[in-house]
């Protein structure tokens, strides 16, 4: 150790009062927090947008969307327009450019009823989507409520065990297709077969995490304080989870495109032209020389869909994450 030499304070030359002076404590000023504010929210879209493919996929999304939802409206789809024309059925787009003259609706060519291919196929993704986006607000609201007092209480724990053994043995596409061919098959029967249970998977992931958090030091604190179950479950539990959720809607949504269009495929669909009834009724087109465009049409707007929306849910749901905000 090496020896300091001590400093005398008078080879300063200064009084006492000049080298000291009482501090007065503040006791507002002592509990101000000098970390920088959070925001949650900001820091996720921070996060988020900060890879430039988030960006890219979100205005393919953002198309996708305009496509779906807005260019029926302008377009004014009729499906049978062209019925009795027989030169106007499954033409090529060259040809129907011919026929019809250059226009965006016949840049993939026409079907078996002379309709667009393009306008069809954007008025049965507007059906399909408005589809998964109904059944995914059903299921991922009831299923997150039930999932959150499912794992926080012991009583209903009993009960939703039980329930969840025997619904969940029952193949999901096989109740689908028995709900369907019970009742007719139409938009509100599918989105009634597909939420009949759909939230019952859904709760029992949400209770699995929700068993990881409950005994957690402030949640014991509420209890003891007499909080009720719900209140700490929607006040402790699910805020924490926030990040958990969004990656479950990114999975939902897609995966009920994916049913609708598998079960149109089979002939157990939505009655409507929705992307899985195009995809149905353009099978035989896919082996016939020059008509393979109306299958593979609705098949890849459908792949497209589906993808973005799991990728960009995905992405949203690790932006989420607060770990990642640092």
Not at 153 to 164: L, R
């Amino acid at each position: 150790m090496e020896n300091k030499e001590l400093v005398s304070l008078e080879e300063f030359g200064l009084s006492d009062e000049e080298l000291f002076s009482t501090y007065n404590h503040d006791t507002l000023d002592s509990e101000k927090i000098t970390a920088p504010r959070y925001s949650y929210w900001h820091s996720v879209f921070r996060v988020f947008f900060k890879k430039k493919m988030n960006i890219i996929l979100l205005t393919v999304l953002a198309i996708l969307i305009a496509f779906t939802f807005i260019y029926p409206v302008i377009a004014g789809y009729d499906r049978y327009a062209n019925l009795m024309d027989p030169n106007s059925k499954h033409l090529t787009p060259a040809k129907a450019f011919k026929y019809f003259g250059a226009s965006i609706h016949w840049i993939l060519g026409s079907g078996a009823s002379g309709q667009s291919t393009f306008d069809a196929i954007w008025y049965g993704s507007r059906i399909s989507i408005s589809l998964a986006l109904i059944c995914a607000a059903i299921n991922m609201t009831i299923g997150v409520l039930i999932g959150a007092v499912w794992g926080f209480s012991k009583k209903v724990d009993i009960i939703m065990t039980e329930v969840y053994n025997i619904i969940a043995n029952v193949p999901y596409i096989l109740l689908i297709s028995v709900l369907v061919l019970i009742m007719s098959a139409s938009f509100w029967t599918m989105v009634f077969a597909l939420t009949i249970t759909g939230w019952l998977g859904i709760a029992y992931f949400i209770r699995t995490q929700v068993i990881i958090i409950r005994d957690r030091e402030y949640n014991l604190a509420s209890r003891c304080l007499g909080t009720s179950i719900p209140r700490i479950a929607m006040k402790n539990i699910l805020p924490f989870m926030t990040s958990v959720i969004v990656t479950l809607v990114a999975a939902e949504i897609p995966s009920y495109i994916s049913y609708e269009v598998f079960l149109s495929y089979i002939g157990m669909g939505l009655s409507s032209q929705s992307l899985g009834k195009l995809i149905y009724e353009a099978e035989s087109a896919m082996l016939t020389p020059g008509w393979e465009i109306e299958f593979w049409s609705p098949v890849a707007v459908a792949s497209i869909i589906t993808v973005v929306l799991y990728v960009v849910g995905q992405n949203l749901g690790d932006a989420s994450d607060p770990r990642t905000h640092m």
